[in-house]
């Protein structure tokens, strides 16, 4: 379970949540594509998931990552939300399973079970 932190730099921004903590979490999702499909899914991730992400309000950002790593395509998919309600607006009441979507299947060599989850304590 996530927990609130309050923090002690002042030189820095942070937003605070009622709690006293930062309002931001960070959903981290990695899938690993064979090489010869890597144009074609991040094409599908631009034009599917994009939009789906960007119909959630509470996404603050959204950031797909690509890296080449022999024959295979690692995508690393980081989004940015104001709250942990806002990412099960996404994800579901359970946001730290990995969402999927059905084109899925023919572009990922496996799937993974779980996306991490983290709450940002400070940023500058």
């Given at each position: 379970m996530l927990t609130s932190y309050v923090s002690t730099e002042v030189s820095g921004r942070y937003r605070k949540s009622q709690k006293g903590g930062l309002?931001?979490?960070?959903?981290?999702?990695?899938?690993?594509?064979n090489i010869s499909k890597a144009d074609e899914y991040s094409e599908?991730?631009?034009e599917r998931a994009a939009p789906d992400y960007g119909s959630i309000d509470g996404l603050k950002k959204?950031?797909?990552?690509?890296?080449?790593?022999?024959?295979?395509?690692?995508f690393l998919l980081v989004t940015l939300w104001d709250s942990m309600e806002s990412v099960k607006k996404f994800a579901g009441e359970h946001p730290e399973i990995a969402k999927y979507y059905p084109e899925d299947d023919s572009f990922l060599l496996e799937k993974e079970e779980t996306s991490a989850l983290y709450e940002v304590f400070f940023e500058k």
């Open positions: 309002e931001m979490i960070v959903r981290l999702w990695h899938g690993r594509t599908f991730m631009k959204l950031y797909f990552l690509r890296r080449i790593d022999g024959d295979a395509a690692h």
